[in-house]
């Protein structure tokens, strides 16, 4: 079974910024497709970020472009997610998910990712 750990969550400002890990032992993790997810209080859980299982290729929920960047070091077998400019509304839970399927594409959806975190909290404070 593929274990994914995350790291990095934390309190950070308005405007601040805070980078989230994930890694595994499976040593080819690096090749795995992998997203993040979040989940705000009381609200549904929703796509973040997703990256190809090259790295080549990446996408973004409407709410995060162009402050987010998820991005893979193949050498450290961990892929971060790089969150700029934070609102308070990017407060959650927030968890990877990674599938073992060489997807050309980045995938968007909860059910296409087969293994899963147990999530780091970040709290933007306005």
């Known amino acids: 079974q593929v274990q994914l750990v995350e790291s990095g969550g934390g309190l950070v400002q308005a405007g601040g910024s805070l980078r989230l890990s994930c890694t595994s032992s499976?040593?080819?993790?690096?090749?795995?497709?992998v997203a993040w997810f979040r989940q705000a209080p009381d609200k549904e859980d929703e796509f973040v970020a997703g990256i190809n299982w090259n790295g080549a290729s990446a996408t973004y929920a409407d709410s995060v472009k162009d402050r987010f960047t998820i991005f893979k070091d193949s050498a450290k077998n961990t892929v971060y997610l790089q969150m700029n400019n934070m609102e308070p509304e990017d407060t959650a839970t927030y968890y990877c998910?990674?599938?073992?399927?060489?997807?050309?594409?980045?995938?968007?959806?909860?059910?296409?990712?087969?293994?899963w975190g147990q999530g780091t909290v970040v709290t933007v404070s306005s």
């Open positions: 998910a990674a599938t073992a399927t060489k997807w050309l594409r980045p995938l968007r959806e909860r059910f296409q990712y087969s293994y």
């Open positions: 499976e040593r080819t993790f690096f090749n795995y497709p």
